[in-house]
């Protein structure tokens, strides 16, 4: 059977993804890793939550989670017994295998199944992207990684980025009719969630104790603008070349 373009792409996401999770488990703690100030345990929801997706979405990508399918508890059983296998194997190679890891395994995994059977790919893609953008944000301290600084604007320019990206995807396919109305309306649209989620971001910081830096406010912003910029000179390019011609 011909796999269509999505599932391709998430095949591909996944085959990437699980192996690059299973190592960074299977190693020492990188330094940036204890400096990023994420705890461990949200580190490995956040893990799960996104492997839990791929796999689901890797099994089936064009339908939510029904609680009566055989396959939904399929992909829980194999994310449960790879998380624990996952924690065992630790202790065989310098780190301590912890309870609470698990535990916050099968948190990532019921919240990501939970998104699932309530959303689509591009609604539960969406929800799963401002959740990432949100808890990183506000949980680590990328500010604050000397002398990797670099990566803190990495993160507030591709994460934004993707974000807008994304949300341009989900109004291409329940919105489409704001492309028909030109830029003036359009654009404004795009740039619309990423802004209010940056926006949520910086008044949220203080109640996690975070610094709110106005560099990483306008990096973000560069990534979402230059993310609705691009996508809407490809739509118009696309919209053109698809065009009849009227000769």
């Known amino acids: 059977m011909k796999l269509k373009r999505r599932h391709k792409y998430v095949l591909i996401a996944l085959a990437v993804y699980w192996p690059l999770v299973f190592t960074l488990t299977h190693i020492p703690v990188p330094d940036i890793a204890r ?34 399918q055989r396959k ?12 624990a296998l996952d924690e065992y194997l630790q202790g065989f190679v310098g780190r301590t295998p912890a309870v609470r890891d698990f535990i ?4 990532g995994m019921g919240g990501a199944m939970v998104l699932l059977s309530v959303f689509r790919f591009w609604s539960a893609l969406l929800a799963a992207s401002l959740i990432a953008v949100f808890a990183i944000s ?27 990206l994304i949300w341009v995807q989900y109004t291409q396919r329940h919105l489409p009719g704001l492309f028909r109305r030109g830029p003036a309306v359009w654009l404004p649209a795009a740039v619309s ?8 971001v910086l008044a949220t910081r203080p109640l996690f104790d975070k610094t709110i830096w106005w560099t990483d406010a306008a990096t973000a912003v560069f990534g979402i603008t230059a993310a609705a910029l691009i996508s809407g000179l490809t739509c ?4 053109h070349t698809n065009r009849p011609d009227k000769q």
């Open 104 to 107: 916050a395994n099968l948190i």
């Open 193 to 200: 969630v990423p802004l209010l989620m940056l926006a949520g």
């Open 72 to 83: 939904v508890w399929q992909v829980m059983a194999i994310i449960a017994v790879y998380g």
């Open 35 to 68: 400096e990023s100030g994420m705890h461990s345990t949200h580190m490995h929801t956040m893990a799960y939550f996104v492997l839990t997706l791929l796999l689901w979405w890797a099994v089936s990508p064009y339908q939510r989670v029904r609680w009566k």
């Open 138 to 164: 506000n949980l680590s301290n990328l500010p604050l990684l000397y002398p990797e600084y670099h990566l803190n604007t990495l993160f507030h320019f591709s994460a934004y980025a993707a974000l807008t």
């Open 236 to 239: 118009a390019v696309t919209h």
